[in-house]
Each structure stands twice: as C-alpha cells, then as structure tokens.
C-alpha cells in the first residue's frame, strides 16, 4: 500500500536528531573522561580516538569509590537516602495506589485527577513550596512551636538529612504512585474474589494474590523514581545546601559548576551511568514490553 | 464424600456479636485505614502548591507571613519587583514560553514522523533505532545535561550555550514523550482505515494526509500540550546549557531563589508556570475529549498513561 | 441427601434504583444440578454472587443448610465458585493453585499434597502439577478451576458460566464430564448460563430468570415441554408464539382456543383459562399434511421457506390465519414432500398445543414456584 522507502524515510530525521544530540553527546563525556589535561590552562583536552585514551582521571575517579576514597562516602550517603527515600514512597505509596485502584469507588475518578496533579506542578514549584513551609518563620515550625511538640524547633533547612529525604519522597513520590496504580489496576479483579472463595481472609487474599501480582509493578516504579533521586542534585540543594547533605549529583555539579575540572566530572556522570545501567537497562525492558502488549 | 463434608464443616448459628463484629469489620466495605492514608497523602501532596500559590497574593513582603490579600501586587502591581516589572523575572517567564514554544514545534512534528516510522519500518536498523528512542526517557537528566553540556563545549563548538542549545535539548529529551504518545494511537486505530482508503482508490499520499494524520489528530494536540508542559516545567537541562542569567528559565530563577530570601514575586512567578502548565493539559484533555467524541470508551486511556502511567 | 441445601428468601439486590436481583424465592436441596438460566442481565449472576458473598443483598436471607449467610463474607462460606474467566492465580503453578483454599485453612503439608493429587486425579490433570495457567488450554484451566474450588469439598459449588470461553465441541465435552462429575461428589452445583442447551443437558432442575425474577422453577423435560410463561416459551428455543383468544374449558377439560376464524383444543397448559392469551407448540410436533386433510385442529396454510439443516428440515409455513410457523421434520433419508410454495394443512395436535400464561415478561411468575419442593 505505502512505498517501502516511506517509513525509514519518516523515521530518519528523529533518529539522526537522537544520534546527533544523544549518542554523540554521551560519546562527549566518554572523550572528556578519558582525556588529557591541557597543562597550561588545566582545561580538558577531549580524546576522540580510543587509541588516545587517558585512562589517569578514570582509574582516579573509580579508586575514590573504594572504601575509604574520596567518594566513598558521598557513594554512601547517596545510597542511604535513596534506599530510605524508595521506602518511604513504598509505605506511602502502595497504600494509596491501592486503595484507589481497589476500593476508592465512586471517587476514584476525582482521587486519580488528584494524585495525577503534582504531575504537572513543577517539580522547583513543589519544592519552593516544601522549603516555604519548612522555613524557620514557616508553618511548620509555627505549628509545632504553637502546638508545644517541639518549642524550639530544628533548623530544617540547613545540613538536616531529614529534609533531604524528606524532600526526595515529596517530589517523586508522584512519579511512584502512577505507574503502581497501573499495575494495580491490571490485577484482574476476579482473582481476589478467587482468594476469598477459597477461604483467603480480606488480608491473605492481599499477601498472597495482590502482593505476588504486583511485585513487577512495584519494582518498575522503584526504578523509574530510583533513577532521577541517583541524579538529584537540585533537591540537596534547594533543601539543605550544607556538603553535610550532598550526594553524587551534587559532586559532578560541583566539578562543572565550581571547579574547572570538567574531566573528573565526566568520568563521574560516566561511573554513575555504569551504576545506574542495570536499572536503566530494566526500565527500558520494561517500556518495551509494555509497547509490544499494546501492539498485540 | 458427602459425609464427609457434612463432618468436616460444622455450621454454627451466628451470635449477635460475630454480627456486630461482621458489621465493624465491614467485610464489603472500604478498609477505614486506607482511607485516612490517601486522603492525607492526597492533603500532603497539593496543599503545600496551593499554600506557595496563596502566598503570590500575598499584600506584604514576606512568603511566610500573610499580610492581607493583593491580588495583582507580585505579579505586576509592584513597579519595582512585580514579576512584570522586575526584568529579570520577565526575562526569564519569556525565556521559559519562548522554549517551550519553540520545543514544540519542533519537537511534535519531528515526534510523530519518527513515531510513525518507528512503528511501521521493519529493517536492519529499526531496532536498534526504536532501542535508542527508549534511552532519553530512562537517562538521568543530569546524564543528559553533562554530556549535552560538554558536547556543545568540545565537538559542537558552532553552538554557543543559550537560547538554541537549550531548544536543542529539550527537543532531545521531548521527542520520546512524543513517540510514547503517538505510537499508542497508532496502534489504537490499526490499519484498517488506511486499508480501506487504499481499497477506495487513494494514493499513498492521499491516505496519508486525509486519512492518518485527521486520525492521529487527538494524539498530536496532546503531545504539542504534554511537550509544552514537560519544557516549561524542566530545569536540569535549561540550567546545563544556560548562557547565564539572560537565558534563565522560571525554574531556574525558583531555584537561585530558594536560597535567598525569596519575594512573594517568586512564588507569583511559579505560580504563573502552574497556570500555563495546567492550561495546557486541560486544553489538551479537552481537545482530545473532543477529538475522540463518538469513539468507543476505552481508546482514549493511553492518553492517561501518557499523561501519568510509566512515564 | 443431606448438605449442601441452599434457600433463597426474598433475595433482593439493588444497585441504585435498578433491581438486579428483584425478589428471588428458591429452595435447592443438597445434591442437586441447579441451573440459573437467563440472558444477560436477568440478575443470574448477581444471585450467584449473593449466594458466594461477593455482593450483600440489600434485603432477603441466603441460608445454607438452615443457617442464615448473609452477613458472611465470603472466605467463611462453604460455598466454593468456578468462576467465568476461572480466575487462576497466574503466578501460581498448578499444585499452589488448587492447594491455595487449602492452605488458607492451614492443612499440613502431607495432607495438601495427597488432597491435590485427589483433586487433580478426579479432573484428569494428574501430572500437571508445576505447569503454570499460561500454559495450559482453555479447557485444562477450565479442570484446574473445577479441581481448586472441589479440592475444599464444599457443600455448595457455584459454577458461572464455565464453559462460555470454550468452543462448541469442547462444551459439548465437557457438559457431560460436569454431570458426571457432580454425580460423582454428590455435592449441589449451582450453575449459571445463558444456554439453554447446556441447562436442559446438566440440570436437574432449572430455574428460569428474566429481569431479577425467576419465571419457572422446574425439571428439563418440564420446562421444555410445558413452559409455564409466554417469556419462557420463548426463551427455550422456537416455539411458535400465536395470539389466540381463550374460551375456556369444554365438556372433554380441554381448552377451547380460537385462532383467527378456526377454533382449536388445547390440551396443554391451563385449559381453564379465557380470554387474550397465547398458545404455542414445539415445532417438531406440527405435522404436515397434504391440504384438504381434514379434522380437529388442523389449519391451513403454505409453505414459504425450506431450510436443509441436515438431521432435520426445518418448513416455515404461513397459517391461512396469517401467522408463521415453524415445522421441524427429521431427516429420515425419505423425500419430504412439502417443498417451497406447496399448500398444506397443518395439523396442531391437541395434545401439544399448549396455553399459556402471559405474564407481560416483566410480572412475577405465579406458577412453577415450588418453595415446599423435596
């Protein structure tokens, strides 16, 4: 029906923009990792060719991610916030994602409206909002201080881990819950009924049929928040701003932003993608699957 | 058999306590804890925005403080920091509308063609092409950011970072949001009206223009809405290839902000990109609401997932 | 027989204003093949869930066994379903689907295993035990929903629509495996369908439903034969509907019908009955005779239509009255003389032509509701 030319033909210029403006971009930072030092200006100077590769700033940067180096404990710490921030949005999350997939009822439309709303505040906008009210004239403190919880309340904005983590789960968290809702929302109601038939308390029938069934969806939508928080800088910042509370994203922002070692940097952001490939790599299965069922 | 179930289930007469304990227990009812969890995550979630919104009308200086209602103080009643007064503030709403316009116009067309051709050209480079898709829509941004940031820096000296490197970059990263959508369409409406077009006699480009594209319309007017909201609201990558404060962006501005002791103009400013980002979406569900009328229930989800799901 | 009766008093299901289930009177003693049948939407389902606790009557009693359910959720009823799209656990293998009732009631391990070998062994699976449903045909899953809810010997077994998904041949199958089967556990089934075929084959008794209410309560052979109401003449298939006016009884008991300008007798049905009404007859008990026979109960007409369904013939043939009829002739292998245009007369025969109630579809069925049955 269609000329056999027409199709690539449609698809070239998308894909030559992602070539010119993903692929080469990222082989950029590959060239800056491994390449040399300009000794007077002590500016990069790109390697393009793997033959010309300078393996110096790379070896140094993944020594630092040894116990005791340089980023050892930056590698931690960004660790630790991500894996509690992940829980919390897990005990959060998972019981709104399935309340309103299962029994929300009439109001389920209008509940789905509203968890889909943070979608489109922007991500500064909420976080403005979190550091409004968390500022030591902010409602927060005015509230504890007037309740007598706490007469003297913490400085939340400066150095607290707490706010960071804080932070991170009140901005993603919306990003966890959507996509849990989904996969929820596939579970073919039937076999909870199936559960209870066969003897399943309203709580066995969730631990194990609901639980089981939706093991996919809740690890989809940890990677899917996962990847941006290992990338995070903004929210540190904005929230805490202290090196207390810094994490990788905040070291590469540093080394391009603060200091002129661009080199270090890019064999960084090359180091967190190498880490995060397992999780992008899952996500990606994840996506395409997900195209190929709606293909069929 | 038949003894046997009589002796393995005794059947007990319910006491008015197990009904009453049936009855709290409310076995067909909605558990009362979940209830609470939503509705004050739902609180937690939305009332912060619309605390930071109040705070734009705020009538005095302070974002913590409430003064006294102004409706248009902060956002050009002020002569001196209103974000309409304020050049810095007005440079950067126009720096934001000016990306996310240009974003999607160039973003949509060049989505849909790759879209389309995605999803229909079978050859040796059509996997590896549809695999190179996925990859900006699971990058950390700051992956992006850096390697946009150094690319234009080292290779691509002929872009100075600004105006037109930040298009560029939020083109890369919206053409995959524009794909998902279209490509979910695509599938929706199948092949069999451009079958039957072709049945009738018109031309691969008359099928094209007056059967597909009239189709995919929904699709297309919803991604121009999703791009716009998606560029206005991002900040990762506009700050990566800023050329400084002439091309800073209403997030970024939030962000310098933030840590200083921020006007309720800030919070007018954000607020002002809310107002855009939800007129945009409504625009854009109501277009496709309109657009869809008449087609069976249903078709129209993967604007939701689109807009929320997976993404 | 003793367990496994089930008692339906008043049941009434509302959602909103509209009534699913309108007022259901049924009694099931323990043991029997019980069909709900009905189109989509006449409230079968609806009671079937009911009766599983899926959905809480908005008012009327469920008892099992004399005890009253109604307020039981559904995982302490001892009442187990087959469900329609059978609603096997996907991430479980066969074995941890049918041992999932059993393990929820914390049986032992060696108790499970032999009990889902039983289980397995009486729906033919044995040796399937770690496939998982993804990989089994429609009609093995169809067994292992059957093996996981009888694995729990409950007393009642609620089957919805079980072979709905299933091709023709396979249902034919497994239709008569079904009966086998309950015969074989001893346990009352309850089964929902919208087939009246698959009714007449199973059950022992059918209960006829049409929009919440139960239209006639009674055996196969009872319901297709004497079909107390208009609507569930109907339902079961062809069977000549014809308006006619009812003059009540004469010296023999037998109805004195009046179709169009010729008087008929009605064995069937209530033969005391007059006025409007309607009188039917099964199409394979219309004989056809060549025209100008004469006697009782004989009208003329013409064949219009001759369709060839290879064991049988079925005639259209236009009553002089105006109405259509259908004929049904088994194909015996000798020629069948009416043809397509050939004048007839068709012969109704006392005997088969029966009056019926016209309860306005809608009405509550006053007959064939036998509460005090068995």
Redesign the interface.
């Known amino acids: ?3 056999k030319w ?10 030559f ?3 010119l ?6 082989y ?2 590959i ?2 990792a491994f390449g040399g030092v300009d000794p007077v200006f002590q500016t ?1 100077v ?1 390697a ?1 060719n793997p033959l010309e590769w300078d393996f110096t700033s790379m070896s140094e940067t993944l020594a630092g991610f040894l116990p005791g180096g340089e980023y050892w404990s930056i590698f931690l710490r960004t660790t630790e916030y991500v894996a509690i921030a992940l829980t919390i949005c897990l005990l ?2 998972y ?2 994602a ?3 997939s299962r ?3 009439k109001s389920k439309s209008i ?2 409206a ?20 968390f ?1 030591p ?3 927060v403190n005015e509230f504890l201080i007037w309740t007598h919880i706490a007469p003297h309340p913490p400085d939340w904005l400066n150095g607290n881990p707490v706010s960071v983590i804080l932070g991170l789960v ?1 901005g993603y ?2 990003y966890f819950i ?2 849990l ?2 996969a929820l929302d596939r579970i073919d109601k039937s076999l909870l009924e199936a559960a209870r038939d066969l003897g399943a308390s ?1 709580s066995e029938a969730f631990f194990h049929v609901t639980l089981p069934l939706s093991k996919t969806g809740v690890l ?1 939508a940890s990677v ?1 928040i996962a ?2 928080m ?5 929210t540190p ?2 929230v805490s ?1 202290s090196p207390q509370t810094s994490m990788i ?1 905040n070291q ?2 540093i080394f ?1 932003h603060g200091g002129p070692q ?1 080199s270090v ?2 064999a960084l ?1 090359l180091v ?2 190498l880490f ?1 490939a397992v999780l ?1 790599a899952y ?2 299965i994840t ?2 699957r ?2 190929r069922e ?2 069929a | ?2 003894e ?3 002796r ?2 005794p ?4 006491s008015p306590l197990r ?1 009453f304990l ?2 709290a ?1 409310n ?2 009812g ?2 009362r ?3 609470l ?2 509705w004050l ?2 609180f ?3 009332v ?2 619309l ?2 919104i109040q ?1 734009s009308f705020n009538a005095g200086r ?4 409430w003064q006294g209602f102004s409706l248009t103080r902060w956002y050009w009643g002020d002569p001196v920091n209103s974000v309409w007064h304020d050049p810095t503030l007005q440079s950067t709403l126009f720096q934001s509308l000016k990306l996310a316009g240009l974003d999607m116009l160039i973003a949509t067309p ?2 849909v ?2 879209a ?3 999803a ?4 040796p ?2 996997g590896p ?16 950011g ?6 234009i ?3 691509f000296t002929f872009i100075e970072p600004g105006t037109i490197a930040q298009v ?2 939020h ?2 990263f919206s ?1 995959s949001y524009v ?1 998902v959508i279209v ?2 369409r695509l ?1 929706s409406i199948g092949r069999q009206y ?2 039957a077009a ?1 049945d009738l006699g018109a031309t ?1 480009w008359e ?2 223009r007056l059967v597909l594209l009239p189709l995919l319309m929904p699709a297309i007017f919803s991604s121009l809405m999703i791009v716009f ?1 998606i560029s ?2 991002d ?2 990558i506009s700050q ?1 290839l800023s050329c400084g404060a002439g091309c800073d962006t ?2 970024i501005r ?2 310098g ?3 200083a002791a ?1 006007l309720p103009s ?2 007018a400013l ?2 002002l ?2 107002y855009f ?2 007129a945009a ?1 409504g625009l854009a569900y109501l277009l496709f609401r309109f657009m869809t009328r008449g087609e069976r229930p249903g078709q129209g989800g ?1 604007m ?2 689109g ?4 993404l | ?4 009766e089930v008692e339906l008093i008043n049941l009434v299901k509302a959602f909103g204003i509209a009534r699913a289930v309108d007022g259901i009177n049924l009694h099931i003693p ?2 029997e093949f019980f069909s709900l049948l009905g189109s989509s939407g006449c409230g079968k389902t609806t009671t079937l869930r009911m009766i599983a606790g899926f ?2 009557p908005t008012s009327g009693q469920i008892l ?2 004399g ?2 359910m109604t ?4 995982h302490k009823r ?1 009442v187990n379903t087959v469900f329609q799209s059978y609603a096997l656990f996907p991430h479980l293998n066969v074995h941890d689907n049918v041992a999932f009732g059993l393990r929820r009631a914390k049986v032992g391990d060696a108790e499970v295993r032999r009990r889902v070998g039983e289980a397995l062994e009486l729906v033919q699976l044995t040796g399937f035990e770690t496939r998982k449903p993804a990989q089994m045909s429609g009609g093995q899953q169809q067994r292992v929903a059957l093996a996981r809810a009888l694995v729990l ?3 009642v077994l609620l089957l919805d629509e079980p072979l709905g998904a299933l091709d023709a041949k396979l249902r034919k199958a497994l239709q008569i495996e079904l009966k086998q089967l309950q015969q074989q ?3 009352t089934f309850i089964y929902v369908t919208h087939d009246q075929e698959e009714a007449l084959t199973m059950s022992d008794r059918i209960a006829v439903m049409s929009r919440g209410r139960v239209e006639q309560v009674a055996a196969p052979e009872e319901i297709y034969e004497a079909p107390a109401t208009v609507f569930v003449a109907d339902f079961l298939g062809v069977s000549n509907l014809m308006m006619a006016v009812a003059e009540g009884a004469d010296s023999a008991g037998r109805c004195r019908v009046r179709l169009g300008e010729f008087e008929l007798r009605a064995g069937r049905g209530d033969q005391s009955m007059s006025g409007n009404t309607k009188i039917t007859i099964r199409p394979e008990r219309v004989r056809l005779e060549s025209h100008g026979s004469s006697g009782e109960n004989r009208v003329p007409g013409m064949v219009e239509r001759w369709v060839y369904l290879g064991n049988a013939v079925q005639l259209i043939v236009r009553l002089a009255t105006g109405e259509k009829i259908q004929v049904l002739m088994q194909n015996t292998g000798d020629d069948i003389p009416f043809t397509q245009g050939t004048p007839v007369h068709a012969h109704l025969p006392a005997e088969a032509l029966r009056v019926l109630v016209d309860s306005g579809v809608s009405a509550p069925a006053a007959k064939g509701l036998d509460l005090a049955a068995s």
Request: charged letters at 10%; glycine letters at 10%.
């Open positions: 029906m269609y000329p027409l199709w690539p033909v449609f698809a070239l210029p998308g894909v923009w992602l070539i403006l993903f692929l080469v971009p990222f950029a930072v060239g800056v990069p790109p393009w959060v999350g019981p709104v399935y309340y309103v029994h929300a009822g509940l789905l509203l968890l889909v709303l943070p979608f489109w505040v922007s991500y500064l906008m909420r976080m403005l909002a979190w550091v409004n009210l500022s004239t902010g409602f009140y968290i919306p959507m996509p809702l989904a309203p989809g899917i990847l941006p290992f990338g995070d800088y903004y910042n904005i701003g994203g590469i922002d391009f661009p940097g890019a952001t967190l993608s995060l992008m996500y990606m996506i395409s997900a195209q709606a293909q | 058999m038949t046997a179930v009589v393995s289930r059947v007990t007469v319910r009904r049936d009855w227990r076995p067909w909605r558990p804890f979940l209830v969890v939503t995550y739902v937690v979630s939305i912060p925005v605390v930071a705070f302070s974002v913590t403080a060049l989505g063609m790759l389309i051709g995605l229909r050209w079978r050859g480079a059509s092409s549809n695999f190179l898709m996925l990859f900006p829509l699971v990058t950390p941004e700051i992956v992006s850096v390697a946009l940031y150094l690319v820096l080292y290779l560029l970059g083109v890369t053409l794909v490509r979910g599938f451009e079958e072709a691969p099928t094209l909201a206005i609201d900040f990762v990566w209403i997030p939030i962000y902000a933030t840590r921020p800030v919070n954000a607020a990109m809310v980002t939800l979406l993967h939701v997932h807009m929320g799901g997976g | 027989m003793s367990g496994g323990g043991g959905e809480q099992l066994d005890v009253d307020g039981t959720p559904p001892h010997k409950p007393s556990v001893g346990i």
